[in-house]
Every structure is written in C-alpha cells, then in structure tokens.
C-alpha cells in the first residue's frame, strides 16, 4: 500500500476496524464502470449540499438575481468555489 500508508497505519490503527474491506474478495472482470454509481451518489450530494449554500444567499427576484450571483463570487467566503463545485458536480452528475 505504500509507505506512507504503513506509517499511518502504525501510529493510527486505521487498518485494523477496516480490515473486512481491505480482505473482501472482488470477483473477476471488475472494471471502474462498477464503481459508477457511488460516483453518481458522491456528485449528488456534493450538489444537493453546494445547491443548499448557495440558496442562502441568492436572491430570485428579476432585478437582483444577477447581483446576487456577483455578491456569492466576490463577497462570500469561498463563494466562488462552492458556484464552481456546484456547477461541475452538476454536470458530471448528467455525464455519468
């Protein structure tokens, strides 16, 4: 697994209450499309909760909807990046 991991793993413990999904038997001809649909959950849940803070501050109303998103981007702590995950959380979330 690697040095690091071994290092961690003798001051942590971490290997040991996990040991049922580091010895668990994959069946054979398993490929990453397998793994697609935790993918699809992570992205949902990363969209369901960026969506949740940004309806904190956005305002739907035809005159301030635009200067809201502009205020979420310059005003907001990390509001930039919450609109960026959000927006490719989305649209890996369609691709997948």
């Not at 310059?74 to 927006?87: A, C, E, N, P, T």
């Amino acid at each position: 697994m690697g040095k690091v991991f071994y290092w961690i793993d003798g001051r942590f413990k971490v290997k040991e209450p996990h040991k049922f999904f580091f010895k668990r038997p994959i069946p054979p001809g398993l490929y990453y499309s397998y793994c697609l649909g935790g993918a699809a959950l992570t992205l949902f849940l990363l969209s369901a909760v960026t969506g949740l803070l940004l309806s904190s501050s956005y305002i739907p109303s035809e005159e301030q909807a635009y200067n809201s998103i502009i205020r979420i981007h310059d005003d907001v702590h990390l509001g930039w990046l919450v609109r960026s995950m959000h927006k490719w959380s989305a649209n890996l979330l369609i691709t997948l």
